[in-house]
């Protein structure tokens, strides 16, 4: 789908103007305001994932640091 004033592809339907004009863009051209919002809450949610996946990595570094510093080896075999 191409803007209406610049015709230039829509990178975004959730934006209510083009990227790349500025142009106030038709109703038609964007997504109702309910897909916009689930669109939204997925990406907050998605967001909340990550951070929780990149503390909980960040957690077990420092795990492994600590034990590296206390001299402890794991047992082998």
Do not use: W
Request: hydrophobic share 25%.
């Amino acid at each position: 789908m191409n803007c209406p004033h610049c015709d230039r592809v829509l990178y975004s339907r959730t934006r209510e103007t083009c990227g790349y004009c500025g142009s106030v863009l038709p109703a038609e051209f964007r997504l109702p305001e309910t897909e916009v919002r689930k669109i939204q809450a997925e990406k907050r949610a998605m967001e909340s994932r990550r951070k929780l996946a990149k503390a909980k990595e960040e957690e077990e570094r420092a795990q492994q640091s600590k034990r590296a510093n206390d001299g402890y080896f794991p047992p082998v075999g």
